[in-house]
């Protein structure tokens, strides 16, 4: 019979083989580095050159205090330029800058009512609850040539002061507190006006406003009277936010400066009636923009002033 030839072997996959001489190439490699390595220990200064190597890979500050003896020092933080934001208050020199600009444009302000006794001037913001002082000139300069005292609006009485001023706002009412401030007017102060606070309160349909404005305007008190203008202009502008009208006449009498005290309640009251108003804000005519912290301003340049 004849004999059968041995069996070969099967081949191995192309992928195999070379993945054996991947093997083998890397086994020489890591070889030849041990090789190199052992050379490297029996040499002087091998161990030396190492060390000064892998120092050398460390932060200066940390090479330093290793010098020293000293312990390592953390590495400054790093830190971003970020403009800082503003405050929601104006600061005292932006509040000083603020005055100083109002001042220039106005260096004497005063009320735009019309009156020439203190008695006069009780009347008129007395009326002017809830009307323009336009409405209230119009009224009075009716009224004060036949009745301008104490005496004479009392015997003038309620009906016969109606007819003045009914073109002003809730007239029925603000002619029955007349008649009877001016009463009182009579009866407890001598038909004088009184130059304090509490007296004037407690005169009927004399509140906390008018009896600033008298004492600021007719006598010359450092008083703010806080209405609804100067109410908006110390909080738009941050200049003396607050949540009621006390609140922001407290924080005004705090932070506007002393020089500018007196005349500070006819510049804001200005100021919120013509320029800051309540709908829309002239603020491309506004002296303080670039200090107002009002966030919505009117957008806009100024507009030429004509020759």
């Given at each position: 019979?004849?004999?059968?030839?041995?069996?070969?072997?099967?081949?191995?996959p192309?992928?195999?083989?070379?993945r054996?001489?991947?093997?083998?190439?890397?086994?020489?490699?890591?070889?030849?580095?041990?090789?190199?390595?052992?050379?490297a220990?029996?040499?002087?200064?091998?161990?030396?050159?190492?060390?000064?190597?892998?120092?050398?890979?460390?932060?200066?500050?940390?090479?330093?205090?290793?010098?020293?003896?000293?312990?390592?020092?953390?590495?400054?933080?790093?830190t971003?330029?970020?403009?800082?934001?503003?405050?929601?208050?104006?600061?005292?020199?932006?509040?000083?800058?603020?005055?100083?600009?109002?001042?220039?444009?106005?260096?004497?302000?005063?009320?735009?009512l019309?009156?020439?006794?203190?008695?006069?001037?009780?009347?008129?913001?007395?009326?002017?609850?809830?009307?323009?002082?336009?409405?209230?000139?119009?009224?009075?300069?009716?009224?004060?040539?036949?009745?301008?005292?104490?005496?004479?609006?009392?015997?003038?009485?309620?009906?016969g002061?109606?007819?003045?001023?009914?073109?002003?706002?809730?007239?029925?009412?603000?002619?029955?507190?007349?008649?009877?401030?001016?009463q009182?007017?009579i009866?407890?102060?001598?038909?004088?006006?009184?130059?304090?606070?509490?007296?004037?309160?407690?005169?009927?349909?004399?509140?906390?406003?008018?009896?600033?404005?008298?004492?600021?305007?007719?006598?010359?008190?450092?008083?703010?009277?806080?209405?609804?203008?100067?109410?908006?202009?110390?909080?738009?502008?941050?200049?003396?936010?607050?949540?009621?009208?006390?609140?922001?006449?407290?924080?005004?009498?705090?932070?506007?400066?002393?020089?500018?005290?007196?005349?500070?309640?006819?510049?804001?009251?200005?100021?919120?009636?013509?320029?800051?108003?309540?709908?829309?804000?002239?603020?491309?005519?506004?002296?303080?923009?670039?200090?107002?912290?009002?966030?919505?301003?009117?957008?806009?340049?100024?507009?030429?002033?004509?020759?």
């Open positions: 019979m004849p004999k059968t030839p041995p069996a070969k072997s099967p081949a191995k192309a992928s195999a083989t070379a054996t001489a991947s093997k083998n190439v890397a086994a020489k490699k890591s070889a030849a580095a041990a090789d190199a390595a052992s050379k220990a029996g040499k002087p200064g091998a161990s030396k050159s190492a060390a000064k190597k892998s120092a050398l890979k460390k932060p200066a500050s940390v090479r330093d205090n290793a010098a020293t003896g000293k312990p390592a020092s953390k590495p400054a933080a790093k971003t330029a970020k403009a800082e934001k503003r405050s929601a208050r104006l600061s005292p020199p932006e509040i000083e800058e603020m005055f100083s600009r109002l001042q220039s444009l106005n260096p004497h302000p005063t009320t735009e019309e009156y020439s006794t203190p008695y006069e001037l009780l009347v008129a913001v007395a009326l002017s609850a809830q009307a323009t002082d336009v409405g209230v000139n119009k009224a009075t300069r009716k009224l004060f040539p036949i009745a301008n005292t104490p005496r004479q609006i009392a015997a003038l009485g309620v009906d002061l109606k007819p003045y001023i009914a073109t002003i706002g809730l007239f029925n009412t603000k002619a029955a507190n007349v008649v009877a401030l001016s009182q007017l009866d407890l102060h001598g038909g004088e006006v009184p130059r304090d606070r509490a007296a004037l309160e407690a005169l009927p349909g004399v509140g906390r406003k008018t009896a600033n404005v008298v004492l600021n305007t007719a006598f010359g008190e450092p008083t703010i009277a806080v209405d609804t203008h100067i109410f908006r202009v110390s909080n738009r502008t941050g200049l003396a936010p607050g949540k009621d009208v006390v609140a922001v006449e407290q924080a005004l009498l705090k932070v506007v400066p002393q020089r500018y005290l007196q005349d500070a309640h006819h510049w804001l009251i200005l100021h919120g009636r013509y320029v800051c108003k309540a709908r829309k804000p002239d603020c491309p005519h506004c002296v303080i923009r670039d200090l107002c912290r009002f966030q919505d301003k009117t957008p806009g340049d100024p507009e030429p002033v004509a020759a």
